[in-house]
Every structure is written in C-alpha cells, then in structure tokens.
C-alpha cells in the first residue's frame, strides 16, 4: 500500500529490524505515557472530570433500561438536574426515559420498612420512636430522566480525541488486511449505527463462527475512522469477553496504545489517544508500559499486514 510513514522511522527488511522496531515503539510508549501525565493535569480535563462527576453513576438494571428505551443515551440526569446542575433544558416534547430510583428515608431498624409501612406491618419493634431511626434504602420508585441529546442550552465539554491525518489509502489497506488478520470487518453508515456513542465495536468471538466481528461507525474524519478500526482490530487479537472490570480497563488502554502507535507509524497525530486513556481515571498509566509486549507485538502484527497487503 502506499500510506505515508512517520519520516523519522524506517523499518527495512534487515536483521536488526525487529530490534529498531521494539525500541521505537518503547519510545513511542513513553511519549504516549507522557501525555497522559499531560492531559490528566490539563485544565481541560480538569474541568471534564468536574463535569462527568455531577452525572450520576447508574446500576445495571437502570442502565439496562435506559439503553432499551434510547439506545443511542450516553449521558443521563433527571430534568431539574439538567437545569441546575448543567444549565441545560429539556426539549419541547421530549419522551422520559423511565428507572428505578431508590427511595431513601428513615427506617426501622427490625422491619427495614419506613415509618408509614412500618405502622401497617406486623412488626412490634419499639425500643427507639421513628424520628431517632437512621435512614436506610426502603424501595423504588419510577423516575423520569432524559439524555444528553434531549436537552439543549450551555454546551458540556468535550474531550478531543480525534485523530488527524491523511488516511485515504490507509483506510481501505486496513479493510484489506481483516482478512489476513481473521476478523470479519464492516463499516456501517451513520443513520444505522446502534452503538450509541462508540466509534466502533468488536464482538464476542464465540459468534460468525468464533471470528472476532469489528464494526466501526462511518465518518468522514477518515484518519480517526482509522484509528478506530485499528483499537478494534487490537481488541480482535488480544481480548476475549472480560467481566472484571479493572482488567476491562486494562485491556482497553492495551487496545488504545496499539491505536496511538500504528496510527503514529502511518503519520497520523494520533495525540488525542493522551486524553482517551486519562479518561479511564481507574486505571493508572503506567499499566501502559507493563504490558508493553502485548502491546508492541499486536501494533507490529498490525503494521506488517498493512504494510506487506
């Protein structure tokens, strides 16, 4: 293929190539390690953490329901939330998206009901009255609350993380090279993505006959479509179903460093990769350089089918 190539790296067919390629991506690594550092004490992130610290951090049941009546929902809060908290409004005939909200108040201690069911029950705990029992959860109730794109007024901020460059020949190499690398790839116009948010999606292996499926949401940013088929590709070689969440996000940056490094080799400014992996506040960049073997083999793996296809 005919992309262009970081100009400060070249990577002949020599008997030292694997050892020059391994020390540039080290390198590489700890630039990417660096602007993480960089990003995290931004004052742009800073005022993104203060933001995404106001929303609410929902259960898998809400979460579920909330995904069932609007797939596309990214970031969720209740109506007056909206407009105190955010400075935005909900808009003229907007549907609710209905969860369960837990209903806190005080609560017998023996019973674990709330005063008024506590009176109506067959419980005879009275060693303290009411008003002296601490607050507990007592049940749920139906609540309204509205996407993000449901509201309008002060816009939220954003992270950039886009990738730039020119990737009109890399694009297609790298649809080309699905095939060599066993996934089953396809990009998917914008009108039908069903992913929400996500740029792109790899999953699970045990569906299409145990091949990896990447799919990546179309867009015109062809360097940051890209980069995205390169995350999921990662994800494809390296990574199986994880429930543990802490290794998820491991596995995620794993994925986003092999994204910053191929795209870096194709002279892409894949810098925004620093403000994509400071958003995983749980996990601490350093994680990016302890799985450096797993990293460096999957980008040269991903590098060399490009390359050679």
Known sequence: MSTTRDSSVSFDQTDTRSDEMNSTIEQWIDDLVAGVDDA???EEFQEWLDVQSRFHDYSYRNTLLIKRQCPEASRVAGYRTWQEEFDRHVKEGESAIWIWAPIITK??????????YHEDSDCEYDETPPEEWSKGLVGFKPTAVFDVSQTEGEPLPELETEAAGDADD????????AATLDIDVRVVDAAEWEHGDAKGVCKHRTLHGGQPVVEAKARSNQADLAVTLIHEYAHALLHFDVDDEPERAKR????????YIVGRYFNLDTSGSAFYLAAWQDDDAESIQERLGRISSTAQEIIDTVVEG
Do not use: K, R
Not at 252 to 259: D, H, T
């Open 40 to 42: 995290q004490a931004s």
């Open 107 to 116: 609560q017998c201690p023996e019973c674990e009901n709330s005063p008024s």
């Open 170 to 177: 890399l694009v297609p190499a790298l649809l080309d090279a």
């Open 252 to 259: 995620e940056v794993e994925a986003e460093a092999v994204a």
